[in-house]
């Protein structure tokens, strides 16, 4: 029987990009070119790797949000993610990490799976809770942070690298992880590839598709709202230490000033 992989990617704004907050204090994401995250790439390697390990394995990539977040997924798919899911509907906008959890894992149980891989976080909001969230609602057991993984006999293991140890952990199948990006460097697409993810399957879903009430989602669904956002201050001229023999001095002088010693 085919291993069934899904892995959950998100669409963020690029963050080289001049970013801002909207009217209503959610991102601005009409206002900055979006991509496939960074660290969710690492998800889609460590998908893969165990993909090509597997005897008969298939991978779907899932994401929820606008119409451009099909970018994230031909990114996937270029890779050589197999097919894609694309949940988007007017009322998801502003929907905070529970309500996202709650899309996510219906789209999930609609694709069908085996391991669900995740990235270590977001780069945009940086919510790394919500593969914990996404586990508890598909009521699988969750193995994450993991920068070493493998799948066999039906179970995944993984090693999790803390500050002082490293842990070696394992559950069995269907099982939930995220991966770090200490897991391997995600794969350069190839022309090949690029060309193949064109003609690769993406289904749209909306709200009504996977059964979830509009009071649930969105800005008025949220269960964290943002009550005020302020611009971060423009960076002002760094202080240069010459050092003429007295260099180390004025750097302690300055760290001092700091409060960094």
Do not use: N
Not at 61 to 85: C, N
Not at 162 to 168: I, K, N, P, R
Request: hydrophobic content about 40%; aromatic content about 4%; overall charge negative.
């Amino acid at each position: 029987m085919s291993l069934r992989i899904v892995v959950c990617v998100k669409y963020v704004p690029d963050a080289t990009g001049d970013r801002h907050f909207a009217e209503d204090l959610t991102t601005d994401r009409d206002a900055v070119d979006g991509l496939l995250s960074e660290l969710d790439e690492y998800a889609v390697e460590q998908a893969l790797q165990i993909a090509d390990a597997a005897d008969d394995a298939e991978i779907t990539v899932l994401t929820v949000g606008p119409e451009d977040a099909k970018d994230a997924l031909r990114k996937a798919l270029s890779m050589g993610a197999h097919k894609a899911i694309h949940v988007e509907d007017d009322a998801l906008h502003g929907t905070d990490v529970f309500g996202t959890s709650l899309v996510l894992a219906k789209a999930v149980e609609h694709a069908g799976f085996d391991l669900v891989v995740c990235g270590m976080a977001s780069t945009d909001g940086t919510m790394g809770v919500l593969p914990a969230i996404l586990a508890e609602r598909l009521g699988v057991p969750q193995v994450t942070q993991l920068s070493e993984v493998s799948v066999a006999d039906g179970k995944v293991t993984g090693r999790r690298d803390g500050d002082a140890a490293s842990e070696q952990l394992e559950a069995s199948l269907p099982a939930l992880i995220s991966v770090t990006d200490q897991s391997g460097e995600a794969r350069y697409p190839s022309f090949k590839g690029i060309m193949a993810a064109k003609k690769k399957p993406v289904e749209s879903l909306d709200l009504s598709d996977l059964d979830i009430d509009e009071a649930t989602v969105g800005l008025a669904g949220s269960w964290s709202t943002v009550d005020e956002a302020t611009q971060r201050p423009a960076r002002t001229a760094g202080t240069i230490v010459k050092d003429e023999g007295e260099g180390g001095k004025q750097l302690a002088a300055f760290l001092a000033e700091q409060k960094f010693i």
